[in-house]
């Protein structure tokens, strides 16, 4: 699958600092300290419907962890997946009466203009659940073959015994894991699973369903976690720095996906940092595909909004927080994005060092994006309120804006 094009990032003066970034797993701020190519992973979209406002708060989170990677003057290595083959993926093609391939394909197309539209740098490689298959099926094959897979009934299980770190990504007890698992596309309640919580790796073909040649696994597809683990071995390996997605992935995809990484390598961890952002809600609820409770990027930039605007609002609140979408929120970020061209369009202002500072910091502290905002607020007052004499100061702050926030004024 291809990806979107790349905004350009423009250079800046001096360097950033290293990114100190809240995990799942311990619950604390880690210190990551890549390499010369700092490598990610971040679960992409189930093309079913168009990207709305949670998805591009997720990605923007992790588009700012990208922006403040390069500014240390690394590469990145950046993966994501879509989903393209899914049960809810399945049932919305169905209710529809609509091919489920073609509506996948449309649904990945608006989200590449979406992604385009915002600013957010792409990932390196984008690959689809369908054209993973052929690696996913060894994968399975090997779980099965070493004792860690199991067949029911034609479809292959996951033992989360097989892996001894299993739990350790988000801490929690087995009474809540079940819960989670039922919410969130496990099938705890399957009689004959060895463990309730045990994930399925490889499902054989329903009737009516998509299928794909499994090898000796047989026809069938494949489970969800197991689509992004094949992904990000095959381009990252094991002990990349950061597994991303919302905080709704934690359990059980990025626990089994751990899971079924380290059974596979013997390996651990399979990610640095586990790194979720917190969910945006709407009228109280979180904005969901499912509840249908949703403001689309698409819909917003139809009705004439600047994409600046929508990812200043995005940038307005703290990745890690929950939040709600309001037409409050865009309307500051409307007047904020209005301010801040004003204040750079002239030729000279207050100095620009200090505030080039503030945002690198606050970036690199947990990705603190509204302090990064205040400061530019700050600048942008002064500039308003008594001008400044610093030629050039205005681009420069201007080039920080665009290379730090994906904002371009
Ligand atoms: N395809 C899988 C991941 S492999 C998936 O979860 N797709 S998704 O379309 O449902 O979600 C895509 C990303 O958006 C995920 O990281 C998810 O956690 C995030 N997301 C979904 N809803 C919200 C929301 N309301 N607020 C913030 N992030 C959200
Ligand atoms: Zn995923």
Redesign the pocket.
Known sequence: MHAWPASEVPALPGQGRDLRIHDTATGGLVILDPGPVARIYV????PYDAT?I??A??YNAFDLVQRVWLDTKRQVHYVQ?V?DVDDPLLERAQRDGIDWAALAEQETALFREDMTALRMLPPRQYIGAVESIPGIVPLVERLRDMGAAYELEGDVYFSVESDPHFGKVSGLDAAAMRLLSAERGGDPDRPGKKNPLDPMLWMAAREGEPSWDGGSLGRGRPG?HI??VAIALDHLGMGFDIQG?????AFP?HEMGASHAQALTGEFPMAKAYVH?????LDGE????SKGNLVFVSKLRRDGVDPAAIRLALLSHHYRADWEWTDQVLQDAVTRLGRWRAAVSRPDGPPAEALVDEIREALANDLDAPAALTAVDRWTAQQEQHGGTDEGAPGVVSRAVDALLGVAL
């Open positions: 679960c992409g979209i189930t709305h949670g998805h708060a997720t997946n989903t969800w689509e992004c997605g919302g905080s709704d992935l995809h952002a917190g969910m945006v809600a979180k904005m969901s595909k």
